[in-house]
């Protein structure tokens, strides 16, 4: 995949700003992925940047990821709803969370309509990223190591979700 400059040096940006808020390397120019699509909700970079923390920003809109165990929601444990940051669309029941140990809030699997699925082929290996089906947030992986009754591990950046207890 090619980058115009600007991709690269906004690219370059995002992880700079995940460095600084303590996100982990991985983000890539949004144009390649989800972010190039239409989707329910859009807004202008500027406006997405006005809404977001600069933490929600990198990861939802950057694909940066969060630092293991740094999300409060990875030990949310009453009843609830999981939903994302970017646009408020609930994305996963507080039943289907489960401790994977990784340091990211995991789920066996999302709310029904909820997300969306890309290839990403970052770092060299072919992974399923999982984005916000209505805004095209990126929300982080899925794995097939999780426990039953899907086999499946969604592995979740945290700041890209809110929890609304009930």
Known sequence: MSLTRREALRAGGLAMVGGLLGLGACSRAPAATAMARRFEVMHSDAEWRQRLT???YAVLRGHATERPYSSPLNDEHRHGTFACAGCG?????????????TGWPSFWAPLHDAVGED??????MARTEVHCRRCGGHLGHVFDDGPAPTGLRYCMNGVAMLFAPG
């Open 54 to 56: 600069p933490a929600q």
């Open 119 to 124: 290839t990403d082929s970052t770092f060299g």
């Open 89 to 101: 669309l609930p994305l996963y029941s507080s039943a289907t969370k489960f401790d994977s140990g």
